[in-house]
C-alpha cells in the first residue's frame, strides 16, 4: 500500500480515492501525529468519514479540545465525529468562555451542538446563520438543519421568536422550505431579512395583487423587482415604477452622468442591506454606453505625451497592486499616477492641480476632484475590503479590491 504521505503531494491534487480505499487506522494514527503536516492531517480526516475506528476515538476527542492544535484539523475533526454526546460539556464551555482565537472553532462548535440537538446553541446558531460571510452562514444554517432534525421546526420557532432580524429570517426560510407564503417579509424592517424574501417570492400573481394593495414605499419596490425577476417584462417593471411615482434615493451633488454609471455598474449586485430603490431605478433606465478602454488609454496618452508630461504605459488596477482587479488603469505620470475609469470618461489624481488635469479635460475626460470625489452614495452598499458600507464616488469609479 502507497504511504499516505505520496497520496497527499506538495503540489497538486491529492489521491482521494485512493485515501478513502486507506487503511482507516492507518489514516488516525496519521491524524493524531502532530509532527505530520497539518494539511495533509485534515486530508485523512475528511478520508475517514463514515469509518473511524472506535478505538482512536478517544485521541481525536482530545485532538478537538487541544487549544495548541491547528484549528483547520480541529474543525475537520468536529465534522467527522458529529453525533459524539461527551463532547458537549467542551462545546457549551466554547461560548461561555470564548475560544483561543483559532478562526472557525466557535462556528464548528456552535454547529456541533445543532447537530447534537442542543436547543440552548439555537439563539446564537441564527446570528451565525444570518452572517454575510457564506462560509459562516452555511455552518449556521447546517447547526439548525441539526435542531430541527431533532426537535421539528415549530418547536425551534418557538424557541427564537421573531424580535430579533436573525429569528425572522430562520422564520422566512422555514416558511419558504414548507411551501407557504413568503409575501409579508417583503415588508420587514430589516432591509436583509426582506431582501431574502424578495429572492424567495415565486408566485408573479402574488405579486401584482400586494402591489394593487398599495403597499409601502419599500414593500412596493421590492415587490416590482422580484416581479421582474420573475417575469423579466420590463415593460411591467416601468409600468409599475411609474405608478408608484418613479422611488429614487436622493444624493446630494451627484449629477445625472455619475448617477447612471454608478447605479448600472452597481445596483444589480449591490449587497443585502441596501436601499432596494437603486435597484429598481438600473431595471428602470438605460445604462450608459461603456467606452473602449483601448480608446481611451490611448488618447489619455497621447493627450499627456502632447502636453509634455512623459505618461508611462498604462497598468490595469490589478497589475498595478500586484494582485486582484479593478475599474480603472493607472497612467505614471512623473510624480503623479494618473488613473483612468473603464466606467466612463473619468480621471483623476492625487493632485487635483496637476497638469495632467488640464490635459485630460481638454481631451474629453472628465476630472474627478476631491470634493465629487468624496460624495458618499447613500444607500448603496457595496463589498469594499470586507466591509458592506455605502462607498463615495472616487472609490466607486476606481474601484479596486485585492
Do not use: N
Not at 172 to 180: F, K, M, Y
Not at 308 to 333: K, M, N, R, S
Not at 368 to 378: E, L, Y
Amino acid at each position: 500500500m502507497r504511504k499516505i504521505d505520496t497520496l497527499i503531494p506538495d503540489r497538486g491534487q491529492p489521491d482521494t480515492d485512493a485515501l478513502r480505499a486507506h487503511d482507516p487506522d492507518a489514516l488516525a494514527r496519521y491524524v493524531l501525529d502532530p509532527g505530520k503536516a497539518w494539511w495533509r492531517r485534515r486530508i485523512c480526516a475528511h478520508a475517514l468519514a463514515g469509518r473511524v475506528p472506535e478505538a482512536r476515538v478517544p485521541g481525536l476527542l482530545e485532538r478537538i479540545r487541544d487549544e495548541d492544535e491547528t484549528a483547520e484539523v480541529r474543525i475537520a475533526l468536529l465534522d467527522l465525529l458529529p453525533g459524539r454526546t461527551e463532547l458537549l460539556p467542551w462545546l457549551r464551555e466554547v461560548e461561555r468562555r470564548g475560544e483561543d482565537g483559532a478562526y472557525g472553532v466557535a462556528e464548528a462548535a456552535l454547529k456541533a451542538r445543532g447537530l447534537l440537538g442542543d436547543r440552548t446553541a439555537a439563539r446564537a446558531l441564527a446570528t451565525l446563520a444570518a452572517s454575510p460571510w457564506q462560509g459562516r452562514r452555511e455552518t449556521g444554517e447546517a447547526g439548525l438543519d441539526g435542531l430541527v432534525a431533532h426537535h421539528g421546526a415549530d418547536a425551534i420557532l418557538a424557541e427564537l421568536g421573531e424580535d430579533r432580524p436573525e429569528d425572522r429570517r430562520f422564520a422566512l426560510l422555514t416558511r419558504h422550505r414548507a411551501g407557504r407564503d413568503v409575501l409579508p417579509y417583503l415588508a420587514d424592517p430589516d432591509r436583509g431579512v426582506a431582501h431574502l424574501a424578495e429572492s424567495l417570492v415565486t408566485d408573479p400573481d402574488g405579486l401584482r395583487a400586494l402591489l394593487a394593495e398599495a403597499p409601502g414605499p419599500e414593500t412596493a419596490v421590492r415587490a416590482a423587482c422580484a416581479l421582474h425577476r420573475l417575469t423579466g417584462d420590463a415593460a411591467e417593471t416601468r409600468r409599475i415604477d411609474e405608478r408608484i411615482g418613479r422611488p429614487r434615493t436622493g444624493v446630494e451633488g451627484l449629477d445625472e452622468e455619475l448617477r447612471r454609471v454608478i447605479v448600472h455598474a452597481y445596483a444589480p449586485w449591490c449587497e443585502r442591506q441596501s436601499d432596494p430603490r437603486w435597484r429598481l431605478e438600473a431595471l428602470c433606465t438605460e445604462p450608459p454606453g461603456r467606452p473602449d478602454p483601448d480608446g481611451q488609454l490611448a488618447r489619455a496618452t497621447a493627450a499627456l505625451t502632447a502636453a509634455g508630461l512623459a505618461p508611462g504605459p498604462p497598468v490595469a488596477a490589478g497589475d498595478h497592486h500586484q494582485q486582484g482587479e479593478g475599474t480603472y488603469h493607472v497612467i505614471p505620470c512623473g510624480d503623479e499616477d494618473v488613473r483612468i475609469s473603464v466606467l466612463g470618461r473619468f480621471a483623476t489624481g492625487h493632485d487635483d492641480r496637476h497638469p495632467a488635469r488640464r490635459a485630460l479635460e481638454e481631451a474629453g475626460f472628465r476630472w474627478i476632484d476631491g470634493a465629487t470625489g468624496g460624495i458618499r452614495v447613500t444607500g448603496l452598499c457595496v463589498y469594499y475590503f470586507g466591509g458592506r458600507e455605502p462607498l463615495d464616488v472616487d472609490s466607486l469609479l476606481f474601484y479596486w479590491q485585492d
